[in-house]
């Protein structure tokens, strides 16, 4: 059993690696998406802010898990030029408010409802996290969740926020 779950450990890295690694140090491909609240919200207008981006859907265990997380990260650090955008990728904007209004997070939550954006950034697995530094440059991308990784989203987050 360990030598499976070691394999598959290893095989993951390789994989998320590889996948994250063709994406950093370019530009964040640029979108518009609304809000629940109905506004629209554009990635470019947030240029001179790190940027968080996390695509999720209701039906993920793990994004249940990390929301509440990436919403105590946009709290402590919003003053300090950070924001969290939360990328809902179902057809169904109902689940979306549902889940949103269950958890009651701080951060916008955006509709991707055609998966246009979730396209642009060759999300794979739900959660898929990006981290975007004040210059709009792609910096780092996750896929999936597991307990601890928003340590790592901190750290990454603080760093970011002192270049």
Known sequence: MKKLTL??????CVFAGQAASAELDKSAPDFTLKSL?????????LTGQVVLVNFWASWCGPCRK???????LHSKYND??????????E?????????ISELNVSFPVLLDDENTVSKLFDV????????????????????????????????????????
């Open 7 to 12: 394999a598959y450990l290893l095989l993951f």
């Open 37 to 45: 609240s109905g506004e629209n919200v554009r990635l470019k207008e």
């Open 66 to 72: 990390e929301m509440p997380l990436l919403d105590e």
């Open 80 to 89: 300090l030029g950070f924001t969290v955008l939360g990328i809902n990728v």
């Open 91 to 99: 057809q169904q904007n109902q689940k979306a408010k549902d889940f």
């Open 124 to 163: 794979e697995a739900m959660p898929t996290t990006v981290i975007i530094d004040r210059n709009s440059t792609l910096r780092y991308v996750h896929y999936g969740y597991k307990a601890g990784d928003e340590k790592l989203y901190k750290k990454m987050v603080k760093a970011l926020i002192r270049e």
